[in-house]
């Protein structure tokens, strides 16, 4: 059947493309459709779900998320796969301001809480501007080291939540962490009896039977009286 005038009349009701009505196939619902001739047809037929807008097709973004995820696992960002010199993909000033700002926050806890000295943190607020501290532990070794802060304070104001904690030195032993996923308590290092193998416990037990046996025997050529 021809139905040319009615998926126009539809489209323009629908407000879509010709190309997304939809009509149904059943027989009796094609002689209902080849019925209708006025725009009132169709609009009844619309409402009893004969003819139907087709969902828009879009494109699938399987793809593009498999390969956003797996960029964040580091993988395809190799030589082939990258457009632009390195400071254009991580911009010099952005780096800069990552390294920068934490120091420049620290450095104003230490002031502000009276840890440090007002002409001291104009010092070293200096040398944060000069490149000289790659990052925050850098920056508290430093001071330490010079006298400018004493560890107590730091270790103060570690457990208040203010400034991070500082780098274990060399003389510190550092603090073994459980592994991830280890389950339960720690398993106890077992007693020296249960190191000792069955063969040398079962070598010992004959050699205690046998001198009990010697010692319940009577000696020979005495006589109990």
Known sequence: M???????????????GR?????????????HIAEAVTRKDIRQLIHARIIR?????????TRILKAKAQRAKGRRKGPGSRKGRAGARFPSKQRWMQSIRPLRRDLRTLRDT????????????????????????????????????????????ARSGQTPKLPPTAD?????RPKKGAKGKPKAEPSPAAKTPAKV???KGSATGALKKKSTKPAKGRTEE
């Open 172 to 176: 510190e032993p550092k603090v073994s």
């Open 201 to 203: 416990k079962a070598a």
């Open 2 to 16: 021809n139905f040319t005038n009615q998926r126009r009349m539809a489209a323009e009701l629908l407000k879509c």
């Open 114 to 157: 009276g840890v440090l000295d007002p002409h001291v943190y104009r010092q070293y607020y200096l040398k944060a501007k000069g490149g000289q501290f790659r990052n925050v532990g850098q920056l508290h070794l430093r001071l330490v080291t010079r006298g400018a802060l004493k560890e107590d304070d730091l270790k103060v104001l």
């Open 19 to 31: 190309h997304r009505v939809w009509f149904d196939v059943r027989p009796d619902a094609q002689e």
């Open 53 to 61: 807008k087709k969902q828009k097709r879009g494109n699938s973004r």
